[in-house]
């Protein structure tokens, strides 16, 4: 399968900015995507970016995507308590037939 | 309506158990997942149905029986299960399979022990 890591923990206090990096093994995969897991839950999807983008803006979220690096990161404006939770990244790539998820990034959000 | 439901939300069978997990969605999806997590780990990929037929069993084992019997609903029985087993299974499911940009949604999952 695909190597796509992840830091495995990041602790910021409330209020301030969060950023998660990936780092991704197929060029040819067309999206990217951001999943958030809260303890006990599913994963739910946050964002996703095409591969011809390098930014994309969605309320508190910025995805920034380096191609030529393959280094996909999620930043978190203003973060908040309820935004602890783990943080997946996914790769689906063209030449493969799943997606394939980061190792996971576990978010704490101190008070 | 954009909700994968799973039932039941918990369950612990013994080795001799046979037991099945439900999964289903009415998002008019096509593609539908099992998948099973180990604690702090990503998802690992079991089975991919696309249009109710089974497409990817990830070298499963065969104690895992995975069944699609419509386009709404998964299940995947479980008979003579290990204490390794024990996980997190998360249904999902996607517009189609094989097609990037249908994000998976998932399903709530139900949390397995054997013991």
């Known amino acids: 399968g695909e190597d796509v890591e992840q830091s495995l923990f990041l602790s910021v206090r409330e209020g301030d900015s969060s950023v998660i990096n990936c780092t991704y093994t197929?060029?040819?995969?067309?999206?990217l995507y951001w999943y958030k897991q809260e303890p006990g839950a599913g994963l739910q999807l946050l964002t996703y970016i095409f591969s011809n983008m390098d930014m994309k803006q969605d309320q508190r979220l910025t995805v920034l995507l380096n191609k030529k690096d393959k280094h996909l990161s999620l930043r978190i404006a203003d973060t908040q308590t309820g935004d602890s939770a783990i943080y997946f990244c996914?790769?689906?790539?063209?030449?493969?037939?799943?997606?394939?998820f980061g190792t996971g990034t576990s978010l704490t959000v101190i008070p | 309506d954009t909700e994968v439901t799973q039932t039941p939300k918990h369950l612990v069978m013994g080795m001799t158990n046979k037991k099945s997990l439900k999964c289903e969605q009415h998002?008019?999806?096509?593609?539908m997942y099992w998948y099973k997590q180990k604690a702090k780990k990503p998802p690992e990929l079991m089975f991919v149905y696309s249009y109710e037929k089974l497409s990817i069993n990830e070298s499963v084992p065969s104690r895992f029986s995975p069944e699609c019997p419509n386009s709404s609903l998964l299940n995947l029985h479980l008979h003579a299960l290990q204490p390794e087993d024990s996980a997190l299974y998360l249904c999902a499911s996607s517009q189609d399979y094989r097609e990037q940009g249908y994000e998976q949604y998932f399903g709530p999952g139900t949390r397995l022990t054997v013991t």
């Open positions: 197929d060029s040819s995969s067309t999206y």
């Open positions: 996914a790769e689906f790539p063209n030449t493969g037939n799943q997606f394939y």
């Open positions: 998002m008019g999806h096509r593609a």
